[in-house]
Structure formats: structure tokens, C-alpha cells
């Protein structure tokens, strides 16, 4: 794999996320002072609940891949935890991810590591405006089954008054340890912990599937992303709930959706095959597949 500089000359700084993500780093750095184990223990608590189930389950296998079904008001519910996560707004979250799997590392890819290199992919191309996310007509195209939705809207408006809404709770718990460990520590973690899917995962590991991008599987960013790191087996089927193929290849966030179709809240959920047994035919290689399979319709020119 051989990386080419992105050049940023020509784009402009986007402030609103290069302010956001220092004060969350700052802040998080100032917990340290605030350490205890009890506040310890509450950041890791949240952390292992609200990534899986609010970024990991929801985010991703529910609203960005429609991997399984669950009833609109627990789709609510459920999108309000990943608001906890102060990962940005819902929609952008949503719409660029699809398109990320429909150019993944071409020119077209918004954190691609293979033009832009690990930095670039992990977090540094958020410090640039992209023509993508500017333009409210063009990213709304690929999410028209959640503009829609109205509290979605509500959501990605108010995402970090949501995420910041259990402060008070964990003053009240625990004074400002909770709320220094439970809050900017814990955000500051998860997003890492959610870039490091864009970059590392995309640089190193082994891959089960021949597929045209340079997804991986890294065994260690799948322990703290809940599955997310068997990112080769991901890019290979998208819509399949399941990132986890081999036995050795636990998946939390599957087992968690797996447990929802148990008690009959998780439906029409779309169950991994053996990965000896999928044809090349039934890759995403093809990246409009990924498109197509939300009804978008995809006019727009992009760069080759």
C-alpha cells in the first residue's frame, strides 16, 4: 500500500472541530488530577455501555447499515444513547459513513488512509472543511430514510447538549471525578476508540475477504470497539449484523443485537454465512452496492 499526501491548500480549516476536539483533549487531560477509582470504574462502566450499544450497535449496524430492524421508539431511544457519545451529530455521522464504504479508500473517501496516511484517516481530516458535509443537499442524499425523522433533526442539533446532559447525574453521584472521568475522559476515549477503526484498521491485520479497499482485521481494536476491529469482514458484507466470522473472532456488539432478537425487540436481522461459502460476487466490492441498498438515488460527479 503506497500513501499519497492529500493536498489541504486548497481546503479550509474547519474551527468548530479543531476547538471541540482540543477542549474535549484539554478537559480530559485535566481529569487526571481528579483521579479515583471509583471514578475510574464509572468511565470504564459507561465507556463498555455506551460505545457498544449507543455508537456500535446504533450508529453503525442500525442506522448506518440497517443490519436489523427494531421497533421506531426503541430506534429513538437507542439513537439518544449514541447522542451520549459526543460524536457529532447524527445525520452527518450516518451519511458520511456510507460514504466512506461507497469510495472506501479512494479519492472520494473522507478519511481515507491510503491517500492521506494514518494521521489523516484517524483524526486530522476532521480539521478540514470537506465539500461533502458543507453541502446539506448532497450528504441529506444518503440518508433519506432518516431525514425524515424529525427527532433525528432534533438530535443532531442538540447532540452535545445530550451528550453533556449527565453531568448533573454524576455531579450529584460523585462530585466533579465522576464528572471529569465519567464525561470528557469517556468521550475523549470513545472517539479514539472510533477513529482508530478509520485508521488502524485500515493499515494493518489480516483480512478473510479479498476486497478492493485495505480493510483489516486488528484484533485489539475489535476488543475496544465491541467487534468493530473485524473491519475486513465488515467492508466484505456491510448489511450482515455480524463483523465476527471466525470462532476466535468475538463480537460483542452481535452478541448484544443477537440478545435484542431474542426478546423480540431486533428483527429481520441479516446472519453472517460461513465465510468460505461467499462467492465474490456477494462482496461490496462493488461500493454502490452499499448505496443502492438505502434506495439512494447518487447524481452527483465525484472525483476520480
Not at 452478541?255 to 453472517?272: M, N
Amino acid at each position: 500500500m503506497k500513501n499519497t499526501k492529500i493536498d489541504t491548500s486548497t481546503l479550509k480549516y474547519h474551527w468548530g472541530n479543531i476547538i471541540g476536539i482540543t477542549v474535549i483533549h484539554i478537559l480530559a487531560l485535566a481529569a487526571i488530577p481528579f483521579f479515583t477509582w471509583k471514578a475510574f470504574l464509572v468511565c470504564m462502566i459507561l465507556f463498555f455501555v455506551i460505545s457498544p450499544i449507543g455508537v456500535t450497535l446504533t450508529y453503525h449496524r442500525l442506522l448506518s447499515h440497517r443490519a436489523f430492524k427494531v421497533p421506531q421508539w426503541f430506534e429513538y431511544f437507542l439513537a439518544t444513547f449514541g447522542a451520549l457519545s459526543g460524536q457529532g451529530p447524527v445525520l452527518m455521522w450516518v451519511a458520511e459513513h456510507r460514504l466512506h464504504h461507497r469510495f472506501s479508500d479512494t479519492k472520494n473517501d473522507p478519511h481515507s488512509a491510503r491517500h492521506g496516511g494514518f494521521w489523516w484517516s484517524h483524526v486530522t481530516h476532521l480539521f478540514y472543511h470537506k465539500e461533502f458535509e458543507d453541502n446539506k443537499k448532497l450528504w441529506s442524499r444518503y440518508v433519506p430514510d432518516l431525514t425524515i425523522h424529525k427527532y433525528y433533526h432534533f438530535l443532531s442539533k442538540y447532540n452535545f447538549v445530550v451528550a453533556l446532559s449527565i453531568v448533573p447525574f454524576l455531579y450529584w453521584m460523585g462530585g466533579m471525578p465522576f464528572v471529569m472521568w465519567g464525561v470528557f475522559m469517556r468521550i475523549a476515549l470513545m472517539l479514539h476508540v472510533t477513529w482508530f477503526v478509520n485508521s488502524a484498521t485500515h493499515r494493518w491485520g489480516y483480512r478473510n475477504f479479498d476486497t478492493k479497499d485495505d480493510s483489516s482485521n486488528v484484533w485489539w481494536v475489535a476488543i475496544l470497539a465491541a467487534g468493530e476491529g473485524w473491519h475486513n469482514n465488515h467492508h466484505a458484507q456491510s448489511n450482515c449484523a455480524a463483523h465476527g466470522r471466525m470462532w476466535w473472532e468475538f463480537d460483542l456488539t452481535w452478541q448484544l443485537i443477537k440478545g435484542l432478537e431474542f426478546v423480540g425487540l431486533a428483527t429481520d436481522v441479516k446472519y453472517p454465512g460461513p465465510v468460505r461459502q461467499v462467492k465474490e460476487c456477494e462482496l461490496d466490492n462493488a461500493v454502490e452496492v452499499v448505496a443502492d441498498q438505502f434506495g439512494n438515488q447518487f447524481k452527483e460527479e465525484m472525483r476520480a
